[in-house]
């Protein structure tokens, strides 16, 4: 049997996506499930994939099939393309399998020309609508098909508009539209240098390559790449016949979703527009009508719309995202997926369907991607702000957050501001897929038109990004730059700040707090626990940030950088008087100031944490990090230390080093200075025996960070547990402690056998594990490593996503190695690897007993962390 290429919707089901398309195979399981579809066909994803392998050409079979399945469409509807009585029209839209913006959308209209329009006309009764489908048509074919700028068919019609002296579309006559079509196809021959295409076969092979070739533009592969999507599968071409929503004022279009995709309410949300097709709710050109009006001008309809939804909804256990078209009365649903929603309302809808059944937990744990947590960590204007300022307009609220930044009129301009470190508000009169770039590196987004289903709010709700849409008071002028909002007008220097959660705009730079985590989040958090073995622990240095961990749920500190607590204002002259000692005795009196302070430090810490684990990292940075660099701060040093500033500028010189990543950094400076470990590990065990006597019995975890060898290690870890010991015999008191190390160059993973016999504990820092075993400074990436990325040399920046390959190997060798030499030792990481999901699972799955990331990152790393639990206990 021939190979299949095209599917009736009558073949197909919502498990085919990966051949239909996700707009192919939710059309068959709703023409499955009895739901009024127009009927259709579509040409598969495979087909897509052997048109770029024939060099982007259909070929005869496949030709073969699309005519069968015309003929049945024909049949099916009673009627033929290119008639003059009761002509065959079609729609063409493609659909990849994963629901992808940057792709040829929709020709609505298709199998018009000069005999058809005479047949549309006859069939309806209606000249003047059939006229209008043509020249809609042809200026959408050439845009969409052809990539001819629609703009010069739109200054067709303003000109024709003008002449008539009209101000509205509607208010052209047939004989005007009659007119206008000829000077489309005018315009249609001068820019392609050929007719525009009678015969509908010919019109829908054209469409159906366009659909094919959009597959690879450009804008396309930035959104798979962008989305981790992958470029092999190719999209599927749904043809459909056409139902009109532009027949009068019982017809119409509309987009709606089953509940709200902004905050999760379980009501109907969307919005219709009476007498229009598709493209005018999407383009925003008109400003639709609030779905639950419909109730008033089409009772039953609502009804039958509103039943329609439930049943898709309890079918499908999940929010859909609907576009329908009410021709005379009847409804037809044109599409239905599973609806993208922000993150607050993706919380709300899993714990709302848990409670009405629909789902289970697992399912919402399984459901929610842990990165889109992000977008309900984000701030919030505070509540002074809010009461202080008066909003200068009102958009839609689109997408929750706030943004403040420099306006940007283009997504180019915003795009290279953003790189060179500015924030910027991207404001266009509406957004297009051309404008990705700029959106995703804009702080927020804000358009003068389109509602919540323009391009903008559904993009931007899908990155977690503020954004206000449809803000129809401003005006915004991309050519000359400006923003007027009423007399006042706003250039490039101006900042605004944009409130995604009420629509608000106001003028200027309004402070910006700390999300409010509420509704269902904790329950579903809750679940999220109930799920997941590994521990979620927090890179967390001061008292302020261990608040905001524990607030996430932090279990434990993974690192407490001590160094941070250095740089404090009243310690870091001491800490230089320490650095700059020429001999022990002074070097010791400087430590003897800085120990009271960094017991303090531990025993606050500790006190916050009760008795979760708190891991403390002795010194770890370069030394000449800490000494000063204006003269004024040199000769103060100078003088309290009664030499002369000459002396001081020798030190920093002899402290200045060529590669201080690879210098006298990390245990090496315990080495050279065993009073510095002596000092540190005498404040962590002081604060804790402190904290003992109050009822509070920590466990303090000392890490020895950039080992590399196991005798340079005994030599630190001595030097501690000599120290402490000393405490002990003082105190006359002991309690437990672990030592134990980072793990974050090379040869302390392939030896970890040998560290693991003297450590309790391992913690992988990846940051510098990365940059040693790639040979790429930390502190100099960011010059070349863009280059990579854009020349898809790396596919991910490595200190953001870990390398499995080869970072992975020797963490897996580490791990290996360490737990045969010791079965008990515990192991977590505490690079910044540590809160990215897709690391997370892979560390769980390498026997991590935790992770460690910033505070604001614990929500997205326990929930990656649950689902991987769930993932290897289902494949078990
Ligand atoms: C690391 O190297 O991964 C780490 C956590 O330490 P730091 O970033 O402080 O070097
Ligand atoms: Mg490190």
New binding site residues.
Partial sequence: MAYKYVYGFNEGNKDMRALLGGKGANLAEMTTLGIRVPYGFTVTTEACTRFFDEDRKLWDELNKEISNHIKILEEENGKTFGSTDDPLLVSVRSGAPISMPGMMDTILNLGLNDDAVIGLAKKTDNERFAYDSYRRFIQMFADVAMELNKNNFENLLTAKKNDRGVELDTDLTAEDLKELVEEYKDKYKELKGEDFPQDPRKQLDLAVAAVFRSWGNERAVLYRKLNDIDDTMGTAVNVQTMVFGNMGDTSGTGVAFSRNPATGENKLFGEFLLNAQGEDVVAGVRTPQEIHTLKNSMPEVFDEFAKTAKKLEDHYHDVQDMEFTIQEGKLFLLQTRNGKRTAQAAVEIAVNMVDEGLIDKKEAVLRINPKDLDGLLHPTFTKEELDNNEAATKGLAASPGAAVGKIAFSAKDAALRADSGESVILVREETSPEDLEGMVKAKGILTARGGMTSHAAVVARGMGKCCVSGASEIHVDEDEETLRIGKEVYGKDDTISIDGSTGAIYIGNLETQSPQLEGNFGEFMSWVDEFRDMKIRTNADTPRDVKQALEFGAEGIG?C?TEHMFFKEDRIFQVRKMILASDVKTRKQALDKILPMQEDDFYQIYSLMGERPVTVRLL?PPLHEFLPREEEAIRDLALDLSIEPARIHERIEELEEVNPMLGFRGLRLGIAYPEISRMQARAIIQAAIHCHEDGNKVIPEIMI?LSSDVKELKYVIDEVNDEIKKVFEEKNTEIKYLVGT?I?IPRAAITADEIAEITDFFSF?????TQMTFGLSRDDAGKFLPLYLDKDLFEKDPFQVLDQKGVGFLIETAVEKGRAAKSDLHLGI???HGGEPNTVKYLYNVGLDYTSCSPFRIPIAKLAAAQASIEKKDNK
């Fill in positions: 690192l950088r770890d960070p980072m974050e820092g990846t940051n510098d594990l505490c690079g910044e």
